[in-house]
């Protein structure tokens, strides 16, 4: 390719401060350096993590940088040492890297890769943006809303030539990690009666993570009541909005379940809602996971509750492994196995990203997909 081993200059998104409107900007991409890929992004979605850096956690250190992490692309170049992915391949970036050599990695009980968060703990060293001067961080070591971004190769997945990466990218984060959350993390069984707190993206992809394992009764509950008949879509067969009652909702759900349910699952980031959802599920075996996002709080509940045999448990990108797994789930949406399609309510351009981020802040949208560069 021509542009191999040059700077390339293209359009990114900056979000220079918390709580500002990104600007497009131009800005310089580095080469990849070695086991290192440097990515052409096609299509990226916003995901609610993207507004709790920018809007809700807004850690000065963080900044500048250029958000988005749910995306897929085609490779540009590689760096040294890359052996496995070639210019050309389609790929998604993945926020939780597989080194395949660590412990972890070599368990099958979890997706936390030792150097997972490697590329995520942002540094100007790790980063290969430049703009107007200035070093530009790289969020959660991907950087999606750029035309090019560089990748560790760890963090990578290949995935099948025949996906439209204008859906696909979707299982870059919110799908693959509510999907997982139910799956994989809750380990949901047939039969079983199931909550989902939060019904974006990550919520509802939860939902259809509960009706693919088989779950027979699966309570959609969101204060917002628009989001009601997009759950019904993905298998959901109950509907509860917390404020149209006046106890609290574990009650709500015990009373609707003979004691409580047997999966719960938290897709808001809000620990008051952690707690409800731990609350909601049935002592003697319930399980509850938290997928929602936040670290800017404590939690707590009572200690009876776990005494009582419930269980607490979190989960990161659904659990899977990216490299392996990521793939696995596209050719699941090739196969119609699972949908993405009905996840997406607004198609833009990545000039639009500031009324993308809008629409998700105001509870308009599912996802927003923003097309950055021809297919
Ligand atoms: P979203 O903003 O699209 O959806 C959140 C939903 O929660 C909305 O429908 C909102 O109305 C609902 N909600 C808000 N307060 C509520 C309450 N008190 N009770 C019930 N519902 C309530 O967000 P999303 O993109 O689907 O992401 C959901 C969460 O998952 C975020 O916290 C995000 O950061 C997190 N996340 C976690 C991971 C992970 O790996 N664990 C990955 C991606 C996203
Ligand atoms: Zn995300």
Same mark, same amino acid.
């Given at each position: 390719?021509?542009?191999?081993?040059?700077?390339?200059? &293209?359009?990114?998104?900056?979000?220079?401060?918390?709580?500002?409107?990104?600007?497009?900007? %131009?800005?310089?991409?580095?080469?990849?350096?070695?086991?290192?890929?440097?990515?052409?992004?096609?299509?990226?979605?916003?995901?609610?993590?993207?507004?709790?850096?920018?809007?809700?956690?807004?850690?000065?250190?963080?900044?500048?940088?250029?958000?988005?992490?749910?995306?897929?692309?085609?490779?540009?170049? /590689?760096?040294?040492?890359? !052996?496995?992915?070639?210019?050309?391949?389609?790929?998604?970036?993945?926020?939780?890297?597989?080194?395949?050599?660590?412990?972890?990695?070599?368990?099958?009980?979890?997706?936390?890769?030792?150097?997972?968060?490697?590329?995520?703990?942002?540094?100007?060293?790790?980063?290969?943006?430049?703009?107007?001067?200035?070093? /530009?961080?790289?969020? +959660?070591?991907?950087?999606?809303?750029?035309?090019?971004?560089?990748?560790?190769?760890?963090?990578?997945?290949?995935?099948?030539?025949?996906?439209?990466?204008?859906?696909?990218?979707?299982?870059? &984060?919110?799908?693959?990690?509510?999907?997982?959350?139910?799956?994989?993390?809750? #380990?949901?069984?047939?039969?079983?009666?199931?909550?989902?707190?939060?019904?974006?993206?990550?919520?509802?992809?939860?939902?259809?993570? &509960? #009706?693919?394992?088989? +779950?027979? =009764?699966?309570?959609?509950?969101?204060?917002?009541?628009? @989001?009601?008949? #997009?759950?019904?879509?993905?298998?959901? !067969?109950?509907?509860?909005?917390?404020?149209?009652?006046? =106890?609290?909702?574990?009650?709500?759900?015990?009373?609707? !379940?003979?004691?409580?349910?047997?999966?719960?699952? %938290?897709?808001?980031?809000?620990?008051?809602?952690?707690?409800?959802?731990?609350?909601?599920?049935?002592?003697?075996?319930? /399980?509850?996971?938290?997928?929602?996002? !936040?670290?800017?709080?404590?939690?707590? +509940?009572?200690?009876?509750?776990?005494?009582?045999?419930?269980?607490?448990?979190?989960?990161?990108?659904?659990?899977?492994?990216?490299? %392996?797994?990521?793939?696995?789930?596209?050719?699941?949406?090739?196969?119609? @196995?699972?949908?993405?399609?009905?996840?997406?309510?607004?198609?833009?351009?990545?000039?639009?990203?500031?009324?993308?981020?809008?629409?998700?802040?105001?509870? @308009?949208?599912?996802?927003?997909?923003?097309?950055?560069?021809?297919?």
């Amino acid at each position: 390719m021509a542009t191999a081993g040059k700077v390339i200059k &293209c359009k990114a998104a900056v979000a220079w401060e918390p709580n500002k409107p990104l600007v497009i900007e %131009e800005i310089e991409v580095d080469p990849p350096q070695a086991n290192e890929i440097r990515i052409k992004i096609v299509a990226t979605a916003v995901c609610h993590t993207d507004l709790y850096h920018l809007l809700e956690n807004m850690h000065k250190d963080g900044f500048p940088t250029v958000l988005g992490h749910e995306a897929a692309g085609i490779v540009e170049s /590689v760096g040294p040492g890359v !052996t496995e992915i070639q210019p050309g391949d389609k790929v998604i970036p993945l926020f939780i890297g597989q080194c395949r050599q660590c412990r972890f990695c070599k368990s099958p009980k979890t997706n936390q890769c030792v150097d997972a968060w490697k590329g995520n703990v942002m540094t100007v060293a790790d980063s290969r943006f430049t703009c107007k001067g200035k070093k /530009v961080l790289q969020f +959660a070591g991907t950087s999606t809303f750029s035309e090019y971004t560089v990748v560790n190769e760890i963090a990578v997945a290949k995935i099948d030539p025949a996906a439209p990466l204008d859906k696909v990218c979707l299982l870059g &984060c919110g799908v693959c990690t509510g999907y997982g959350a139910a799956v994989n993390t809750a #380990k949901v069984e047939p039969g079983s009666t199931c909550a989902v707190f939060g019904l974006g993206a990550v919520g509802l992809a939860a939902v259809m993570g &509960c #009706k693919a394992a088989g +779950a027979e =009764k699966i309570i959609a509950v969101d204060i917002n009541p628009e @989001k009601f008949e #997009k759950a019904k879509v993905f298998g959901a !067969t109950d509907f509860v909005n917390p404020k149209d009652h006046n =106890k609290p909702i574990s009650q709500v759900l015990s009373e609707m !379940t003979d004691g409580g349910v047997d999966f719960s699952l %938290e897709c808001v980031g809000n620990v008051g809602v952690m707690r409800s959802a731990l609350e909601s599920c049935v002592q003697g075996w319930g /399980v509850s996971v938290i997928v929602g996002w !936040t670290d800017l709080q404590d939690f707590s +509940a009572r200690p009876i509750q776990l005494i009582a045999g419930r269980t607490w448990k979190g989960s990161a990108f659904g659990g899977f492994k990216g490299r %392996e797994d990521v793939p696995q789930m596209v050719k699941a949406y090739l196969d119609k @196995k699972v949908k993405l399609d009905e996840f997406i309510t607004h198609n833009m351009t990545l000039d639009q990203v500031n009324d993308a981020i809008e629409l998700m802040k105001h509870g @308009k949208c599912i996802r927003t997909v923003l097309s950055v560069s021809p297919q």
